[in-house]
């Protein structure tokens, strides 16, 4: 079992910048890809980021490519979101998951824990 914390959500202003991390504990997450989705009310669960377990290789939806980063630290057992020219539109509860793959994935299915979430308001 994993659990995880997510934590750095806020209220911030078009074009601000936020870093929200997650924190694991229990059973050891090196072995795992991690990621970040997002999701608001009435919609699916959405893919933002993921990144494999050495933490070598990452992948981002098309709506955040250039303006979001993903990061890992086995040893801390810490993953990061660094969001920068944030825009309405990306307003949501951000979770992040520990995957079934190695590699990471871009499917919410293919994730089996994930943290309580926390909320980023950007206003215009």
């Known amino acids: 079992q994993v659990q995880l914390v997510e934590s750095g959500g806020g209220l911030v202003q078009d074009g601000d910048s936020l870093r929200l991390s997650c924190v694991a504990s229990?059973?050891?997450?090196?072995?795992?890809?991690m990621g970040w989705f997002r999701q608001v009310p009435g919609k699916d669960r959405e893919f933002v980021a993921t990144?494999?377990?050495?933490?070598?290789?990452?992948n981002y939806a098309d709506s955040v490519k250039g303006r979001f980063t993903i990061s890992r630290d086995n040893a801390e057992k810490t993953v990061w979101l660094q969001m920068t020219s944030l825009k309405p539109e990306d307003t949501a509860v951000y979770y992040c998951?520990?995957?079934?793959?190695?590699?990471?994935?871009?499917?919410?299915?293919?994730?089996?824990?994930w943290g309580q979430g926390t909320q980023v308001t950007v206003s215009s």
């Open positions: 229990g059973r050891n997450i090196i072995s795992f890809g």
């Open positions: 998951g520990v995957s079934t793959y190695a590699s990471g994935s871009t499917s919410a299915n293919e994730y089996k824990f």
């Open positions: 990144i494999n377990w050495l933490g070598e290789a990452t």
